[in-house]
């Protein structure tokens, strides 16, 4: 039915027209361990980054730009002006000089949204203020993000700059939790024909208890929560589409399209209700959280579409980014450039296994998790391993 699934017109043009990843993987499912990796194209364990920036001592975890190799370092040595535009979250400095940016600007990594309060979905919490999870907003009818404007506002400045190649990096702060979608978009759903998670009223007995210890702070959400809670998100990624599609058409109209690397990916996923969790679950193994997208659309590649074989990680971005820019590979690097495969030069074999790492956040628990083709292990010391064949039982 119109509005039963995540409208996202634009990426899916992109997808057409480059390739989607439909199995890459993310390090670790938390925004700044990942953000180091995709950066760094090392995994956590190596760069360090083993929480959120925000809730360690530096003198924890950190990624200074004099220890590790950044991938906007070796664009800046061979020319590449690069600008940033919104969440970093990546290092606990926020001086992006010294990683090889030009221009940058870490204010804008949100819209200013403002809730509706007839439309909160709110998740009471004993001896804590309530917390709101979704929302909408019914205040701004021509919504724009600040990260996109400034990145289009840079795009359209290179192109005064023929001889000059760029790097222009777009990072905003959505979908994440509270999900608070322009209401434009939040009607372009229907909320009676979203189906909710199939495993949403999973016990979760034969798995970590942390897996049930979570549930119980989403336990009291009904089945029409939920379908407000996935409109809610599936709404901002549309608003967010729209506005890949101001940065793809900026493109087109100053001439860059032709000769012009694009990459979509994301740090995490969310649970969405998945085994009766919402938010990125935080040491959870999941699909939902770990299995991210992944667009790459490049001149002269030959791979269009959707690979559903090739598995991925998102360590592979930032060696892949400079091999086909031709610029200087990260020496130390542990991911590796799909080059080959988006120029159809490449066996199958190479390219069947990921993994990913977890150190706990504020409760420090660890997971490691491997994929291998169509198996998926998860080693949970402090509780329960799970084994999974992904094509026979796609929700674990």
Known sequence: APGSQCLKPNLDALASEGCRFNRCYTTNAICSPARASLMTGLYP??????????????EWLDVPADR????????????????????????QSKQLEQFGWHEFNLECAQWKKERSA?????IPKEGYPDYVLASVDRSHPDPKHPAFERGIEFIRKAATHPGRPFCCFVSSQEPHDTYVPPASFFELYDLQSI????????????????IRRMQAVWSRLTDEDWRRISAAYWATISFLDSEIGRILATLRATGQWD????????DHGDMLGGHGL???????????????????????MTLKGDDHRTVMSLVDVAPTLLDLCGASPLTDGQGKSVRPVLEGRHHPSEWEDAYGEFFGQRFVYTQRIVWHDDWKYVFSPGG???LYHLAEDPFE
Not at 45 to 58: E, F, L, N, P
Not at 83 to 91: A, I, P, Q
Not at 195 to 210: F, G, M, Q, W
């Open 45 to 58: 364990s190596t760069h360090g980054m083993w929480d959120c920036t925000h809730t360690q001592r530096k």
């Open 68 to 91: 590790f190799q950044y991938f906007s370092k070796q664009l800046a040595e061979a020319g590449y002006h690069n600008g940033y535009f919104g969440k970093w979250h990546v290092e």
């Open 118 to 122: 007839k439309d909160n979905v709110v």
């Open 195 to 210: 189906r909710v998670s199939p495993t949403l009223r999973d016990k979760a007995l034969d798995k970590p208890e942390v």
């Open 259 to 266: 000769n012009t690397i694009i990459v979509f990916t994301s």
């Open 278 to 300: 919402a938010t990125k679950g935080v040491g959870t193994s999941y699909e939902e959280v770990y299995n991210i997208p992944c667009i790459i659309r490049a001149p002269g």
């Open 384 to 386: 329960i391993d799970e």
